[in-house]
């Protein structure tokens, strides 16, 4: 074997000096003001007046929790039922879940809220049929609705590329041991199916719990939540150190959520997409 | 019976999820200003919005800006998987990659907002005004593509024979003419899927931009944004209607046409067994 | 295959970019303009765009071509960041009163040099000149040329709210109306509504009279539906919200989209506000600013604008212009008067604060921002997931356990 040449070796070079200013530095930054006062002196008092938001991160957690739940529960029989259509609809039904996922998130979540908005198309045919209104805007079922509808597309597609994957002849040996269809279902295809539901579960809970404009709008701007606050803190150049604080905490707490995560798993992490 | 339920359960989740996008387009023909009345079928908001120089200009940044940025992450991005590839420490290897995944695995609000800090720290050290702006999107943008260059080359190069590189190399071959020659065709395919890939990101991303860019240049997203805390002007629908199309457009033709040629070369290469 | 195809498509959208990009060279200075949002006539349905205007009015004046690339705020706050953050540089700001004032104080306006701003002699005796009384914010007009003023008043749709509801504050704390009030979303203007209901001095001093307002606006926060700025339009306009505090001029804009709306000043006094056209330190292209607000003052701009934002205009040429006056009339029968005769208002201006109260403002409006309620059921919830969550654990973990005992 030849010695590695300077081509070679240097290749990585570029990506390496990238990585460093643009991806090691900004999080250096985070930590710094984070730990900093506005003149630089080093402080604690920006964790520790954390202790205000407690309630904005209990929330936060609560929702993205609960529309992580109800996105697998809505998504998994979605993708099953998906994945047993013949190819051609299989294919179409692809390219249906996908058109959302690459429509932006602003236009959806605004058409959303134009829909369920006090005075929107919904209510008005509710008014028009003699039933009462729907206040969904402002409440906190509107956010969490927000996020499901925002967010069902990235916990259905894994979950279906992994059902498609599937070798059919692990459920027709099921069949011929003598599994009823409920039992194939518990015993053969959802054990084969976790790597789908944990990247599922990452990419619906990730946005969800960081979100800024979902609450934005669907919640009035009354319902704030981490990603609000850190916007809001960002707006003003004298509480970027309270705002990278709540951002240190944030991150810390993604990573150790994902990690929780990736325990459920059995092979070695989730796949993303 | 069983079918039928099934069928009827996709059918109501999909109904669900294209409603508001539907209402808006619907309502983007709508030819008073109302999201709850329907009055009469016209072209005005499309033909305001062709004369909306501001939507227009955010058209073409948001072009620009996903070209450059996928270009450059793709450049720099397979340079580093080659140079990954023949990295011979194991701890290192991992260590670029777990930093290079890390805008992939926070949440992008915290990657936008340590991006801004930085970028804010490096304008107030060197006094400069006008810092944020196109440049600033450039970087930011290149950077949360290269994880998906690199997830999408770095396979391509596993797969690689070594070989035939090193044939290359014994009959006078530099390395790096090697590479080009040689190891570039077979890893092409992955290239393009980066691309595609980050341009496509790009031209999506609203959150990391939100935070870095300035008011002087708006991407699409950011334009979009802006209508939806401002009074939202009706060509706004237009606008959203047309990305809609475009992108299943898009995603038809890319998946239709491409399984036809798919099972064309199949064929072919069937005939050639 | 796939992958040409969608090559082919990237080139497909590339092209008209390539046109476009070169066209765009052949343009000389760039002149940068931040100002709110809805302030300025933009040419739709047929009316001047005065930047265009702008822009063709200088090619004919100096034979010289420029840009002028115009972006909005939605608060002076949000307004003061950007432009304090000093990564971004602009050539003309209109900030309200109380901000011009703070941007003084902290030297970041450059003063005005009046040779090149003829025009200003059109400006109301009031606005400028030795009788001059609103320039209280910035004394003889050194930094600033007034745009538009007005006052902050209440919104209501009359099929929603009662008339005996009508004429206070206390409108905008009715449980009655719970979930159809908006209130600010910048905490200058949301501690004012407070303020003026309680009968406080809405520049005082008193940290205890700030948290009395505090509290005020939380006992609001459960009835309210949300906190926005211009989301304010389509919500009014679309019957979502019944009430909403706002600036008179906007009203006669959503007036002329929704007839059930009607206004009020509250009768406790309200707050006045004057927008001013300033240019920052950091200005490139200062002579050209100049240029610009000049423009503004002439009468076809100035016209045309007063009757896109219908705010009140500090201009005598407007006001004398009988083609405003009637179009105002045109809107709703007394809009001029609503606008202009104001004398009986009670009304007072924001004054710039000290650093430590406008901390201590950003630190009270934290607290009402982060103070929410978290419903039982969100914690039922939560708890059934969790307790779910931890039983399929436990579960599998024994089973396995149990397997590899075997």
């Known amino acids: 074997m030849k010695r590695k040449s300077i081509f070679q070796r240097m290749a990585a070079a570029p990506h390496i000096v990238w990585m460093v200013m643009f991806i090691v530095a900004p999080m250096l930054f985070v930590l710094y003001f984070a730990f900093t006062d506005d003149k630089g002196r080093f402080t604690f008092d920006n964790i520790l007046s954390l202790s205000g938001y407690s309630n904005v991160f209990i929330l936060s957690i609560a929702f993205a929790l609960i529309a992580t739940v109800i996105c697998l529960i809505i998504g998994y029989p979605l993708a099953y039922f998906m994945s047993k259509a013949s190819p051609r609809t299989r294919k179409l039904l692809m390219v249906l879940i996908m058109l959302p996922m690459w429509c932006n998130l602003l236009i959806r979540t605004y058409a959303l809220m134009a829909l369920l908005d006090n005075g929107g198309l919904l209510n008005a045919l509710l008014v028009k049929l003699g039933l009462n209104k729907l206040y969904i805007v402002g409440s906190d079922f509107g956010v969490i609705l927000g996020m499901v509808y925002d967010f069902l597309p990235y916990m259905v597609l894994p979950i279906f590329t992994t059902m498609t994957k599937l070798d059919k002849r692990y459920i027709e040996a099921a069949a011929d041991l003598g599994c009823n ?88 992490g989730g796949i993303i997409v | 019976m069983k079918k039928f339920l099934s069928s009827g359960y996709i059918f109501l989740i999909f109904a669900i999820l294209y409603a508001p996008i539907l209402v808006l387009i619907v309502f983007s023909f709508n030819e008073g200003g109302s999201l709850s009345e329907f009055t009469g079928f016209s072209f005005t908001w499309y033909k305001e919005l062709f004369n909306d120089e501001q939507a227009l200009t955010a058209l073409k940044n948001s072009l620009v800006l996903a070209v450059l940025s996928s270009c450059i992450a793709t450049v720099i991005g397979t340079f580093a998987a080659l140079g990954l590839h023949h990295m011979k420490r194991k701890a290192l290897k991992g260590a670029i990659t777990s930093v290079t995944n890390i805008p992939m695995m926070n949440p992008d609000i915290v990657t936008g907002v340590s991006m801004m800090l930085l970028f804010v720290a490096i304008a107030t050290f060197f006094k400069a005004n006008n810092f944020m702006g196109f440049g600033t999107m450039l970087v930011a943008h290149t950077t949360f593509n290269l994880p998906y260059v690199l997830l999408s080359v770095t396979p391509r190069f596993n797969a690689l024979d070594k070989s035939l590189s090193e044939a290359a190399m014994d009959l006078g071959c530099t390395p ?90 199949r064929r072919a290469k069937g005939g050639a067994r | 295959m796939k992958r040409l195809i969608s090559l082919s498509l990237i080139c497909l959208m590339l092209l008209p970019l390539l046109f476009s990009c070169a066209k765009n060279e052949t343009k000389g200075k760039t002149l940068y303009v931040y100002n709110w949002g809805e302030y300025i006539s933009d040419g739709s349905e047929g009316t001047l765009d005065s930047n265009k205007a702008f822009e063709d009015w200088y090619y004919k004046q100096y034979g010289e071509r420029v840009t002028v690339v115009y972006s909005t705020f939605s608060s002076n706050e949000d307004m003061y960041a950007k432009l304090s953050s000093g990564s971004v540089s602009y050539d003309v700001v209109v900030p309200s009163d109380y901000m011009i004032e703070r941007l003084i104080d902290e030297d970041m306006l450059a003063p005005l040099n009046y040779e090149k701003i003829p025009n200003i002699v059109n400006l109301a005796p009031e606005f400028y000149g030795p009788d001059a009384e609103f320039d209280y914010y910035d004394e003889g007009n050194v930094y600033s040329v007034p745009y538009f003023y007005g006052m902050i008043g209440i919104i209501y749709n ?74 304010i339009f389509n919500k009014m306009e679309g019957g979502s919200a019944a009430i909403a505090a706002y600036y008179a001029g906007d009203f006669l804009a959503m007036y002329e989209n929704n007839n059930d709306l009607d206004f009020f000043y509250p009768k406790e006094g309200t707050n006045l506000y004057i927008d001013a056209m300033c240019i920052p330190k950091s200005s490139k292209n200062k002579e050209l600013a100049e240029a610009y607000i000049n423009f503004m003052l002439s009468e076809e701009p100035a016209v045309a604008n007063a009757l896109y934002t219908y705010y009140a205009s500090p201009n005598r040429v407007v006001r004398e212009s009988a083609e405003y ?17 104001t004398a009986d208002v009670k009304a007072t201006a924001y004054k710039n604060l000290p650093g430590d109260q406008l901390a201590l403002i950003n630190r009270l409006w934290e607290e009402l921002k982060s103070d929410i309620e978290i419903s039982p059921v969100i914690y039922v919830l939560c708890a059934a997931i969790v307790i779910a969550l931890a039983s399929f654990g436990i579960f599998f973990a024994v089973r396995k356990k149990l397997r590899n005992n075997y």
């Open chain 3, 325 to 341: 006056r009637a179009e105002m009339e045109g809107i709703m029968e007394g809009a001029y008067e609503l606008m202009y005769d």
């Open chain 1, 181 to 268: 269809s409920i039992q194939t279902m518990t015993k053969v295809v959802m054990p084969l199916t976790v790597s789908g539901v944990i990247s599922g579960v990452t990419m619906v809970f990730v946005p969800s719990i960081s979100t800024f404009y979902i609450s934005q709008k669907l919640g009035a701007g009354k319902i704030d939540l981490v990603g609000d606050t850190i916007e809001r803190l960002f707006k003003n150049t004298s509480t970027y150190n309270v705002g990278a604080a709540v951002s240190l905490v944030m991150m810390v707490l993604i990573i150790i959520s994902v990690g929780i995560m990736n325990k459920f798993s059995d092979d070695d």
């Open chain 3, 158 to 231: 009359k099929t929603m709210v009662d008339k005996e509801d009508l004429g206070s504050w206390e409108l905008m704390w009715n449980p009655k109306y719970k979930g159809n009030i908006l209130q600010f979303n910048n905490s200058r203007d949301a501690f004012g509504t407070a303020q003026y209901k309680l009968g406080l001095d809405v520049n005082g001093s008193d940290e205890k009279e700030w948290r009395l307002a505090l509290k005020e606006l939380r006992k609001q926060k459960d009835i309210v539906q949300g906190y926005v700025m211009d989301e």
């Open chain 2, 176 to 265: 790096a003419r090697a590479f080009f020659s040689v190891e570039l065709p077979e890893i092409v395919p992955g290239i393009v899927s980066g691309l595609m890939l980050g341009f496509t990101m790009s031209l999506d991303d609203f959150v990391i931009s939100h935070f870095v860019s300035s008011p002087n240049f708006q991407t699409l997203p950011l334009y979009v944004y802006n209508q939806t805390v401002h009074n939202v002007k009706f060509s706004m629908y237009a606008l959203c209607a047309i990305i809609v199309a475009t992108i299943l457009a898009i995603l038809l033709i890319v998946n239709f046409a491409g399984s036809m040629g798919d099972r064309r070369s």
